[in-house]
Nanobody
Framework: QVQLVESGGGLVLPGGSLRLSCAAS????????VSWYRQAPGKQRELVAG???????NYADYAKGRFTISRDAAKNTVYLQMNSLRPEDTAVYYC???????????????WGQGLQVTVSS
């Protein structure tokens, strides 16, 4: 069984930084496309950044130049480094991982539990 555990959210001042982490646990798993989404109150969940297993990235326009998605394959962990944070970045952030279970060959996407990020003075 696959579980995702997120960490690193919290309250930060405008202009500050946070690094979100998303660790996947499970036996015999292969992680493919990974991404971070966010959902602000009253708004739909939106893609923040994505990273393919080949290293290609895509970012929402507001994230370009401020956010960086990365992964540590040895730790089955995905990160989102967020710099120059703004009040409008306040949202719940979710990781989403496409994971293949080696024993069954099935590929499914899994969601983290969500992290509150609040940018406020």
């Amino acid at each position: 069984q696959v579980q995702l555990v997120e960490s690193g959210g919290g309250l930060v001042l405008p202009g500050g930084s946070l690094r979100l982490s998303c660790a996947a646990s499970g036996t015999a798993i292969n992680i493919y496309y990974v991404s971070w989404y966010r959902q602000a109150p009253g708004k739909q969940r939106e893609l923040v950044a994505g990273l393919t297993s080949g290293g290609s990235t895509n970012y929402a326009d507001y994230a370009k130049g401020r956010f960086t998605i990365s992964r540590d394959a040895a730790k089955n962990t995905v990160y989102l480094q967020m710099n120059s944070l703004r009040p409008e970045d306040t949202a719940v952030y979710y990781c989403n991982l496409d994971i293949r279970i080696a024993t069954t060959g099935s590929v499914n996407d899994y969601w983290g539990q969500g992290l509150q990020v609040t940018v406020s003075s």
